[in-house]
């Protein structure tokens, strides 16, 4: 179910002394299947847009075609995009309200006036989705751990069983071992044939994770392309007030010390490769 963004443009409080453009003239297509990162630094429009692709907010001008459903149509079925596209918000645990976990889980399949077998059957894939043990379901989601209320919290937007699923900030405020099994479970969500979308400051994560990277600076799509090719434009980044991957600002340092590195490295066992072929007097680069 691609997701296409045509000519997007969006301004706030237009009309008035406070206006500000948020979104201008953003074009590009998420493909079925693909894991996309977002990165931009703050105030760059990330959050504006992924509101757009599930109809949170309508276009004012430009397009946003969900599997054909235009939404700036005012007949649009938003209801049905928000079924297939979720959106995760960036702390989802502080949206938590029902009395058990089950209950929390369950409050989108109860929307949509589905049967108590079919939720129930929901409500116990998406807690198996997530990583959580079943006996937990009957528990109060403010008993449990911080990591473990953001995977029920998950696990209500997973319980509609959407196509796209939008992750905006997943791993933030989150210790080592809650940000990489978050992580992990984008990665298997993925591979069970979701599309993610996943905002993120952590390029670090962006290059693990996404195959394409859309890079926002100042309402704009600045460049967008596979992690080798965002990072190779470091310089770029930088000026736009953006980090790198640890491992492309080491190969940056060797290369400005005269080591003869590729452009655009971010995984660091291609560039303990890379580096044991140059000492070795190797031509390949990984």
């Keep these: 179910m691609p997701v296409a963004v045509k000519e997007l443009g969006h301004v706030y409080m237009a009309g008035t002394p406070l206006e500000s453009v948020a979104l ?5 297509t998420i493909q079925d299947g693909e894991f996309v990162g977002i990165i931009g630094h703050t105030g760059s429009g990330k959050s504006t847009l992924i509101q757009h692709l599930n109809g949170l907010i ?11 459903i235009d939404l700036s149509d005012k007949n649009a079925n938003l ?7 979720g959106l995760v918000f960036q702390y989802p645990e502080y949206q938590l309200f029902e009395e058990t976990v089950a209950q929390d889980i369950g409050f989108g399949p109860r929307n949509l006036g589905l049967s108590k077998e079919e939720i129930d059957r929901r409500v116990r894939a998406a807690v198996a989705d997530v990583g959580l043990p ?16 953001r ?6 937007v997973l319980a509609m069983e959407p196509s796209v699923l939008i992750l905006d900030e997943p791993t933030a405020g989150l210790d080592p071992t809650g940000r990489e099994e978050i992580l992990s479970l984008t990665a298997k969500w993925r591979q069970g044939g979701r599309t993610i979308v996943m905002v993120s400051h952590s390029m670090d ?37 953006l980090d790198v991957p640890e491992v492309s600002k080491l190969c940056a340092a060797l290369r400005e010390r005269g080591f003869d590195l590729p452009d655009g490295m971010y995984d660091l066992k291609e560039m303990e490769r890379a580096i044991l072929q140059r000492v070795k007097g190797g031509k390949e680069t990984c």
């Design 24 to 28: 201008k003239d953003m074009s590009f």
């Design 58 to 68: 309508k276009p004012d001008t430009g397009t946003v075609i969900v599997d054909e």
């Design 79 to 85: 209801k049905e995009v928000r079924r297939r596209v």
């Design 134 to 149: 079943e006996s937990c379901l009957e528990r109060s989601p403010f008993d449990l751990s911080g990591g473990q209320k």
């Design 151 to 156: 995977r029920v919290a998950i696990a209500g």
């Design 205 to 241: 994560d962006v290059a693990r994770y996404a195959d394409r990277i859309l890079v926002l600076n100042q309402g704009r799509l600045a460049m967008q392309g596979t992690p080798r090719q965002v990072f190779s434009r470091q310089r770029e980044l930088v000026k736009m007030g």
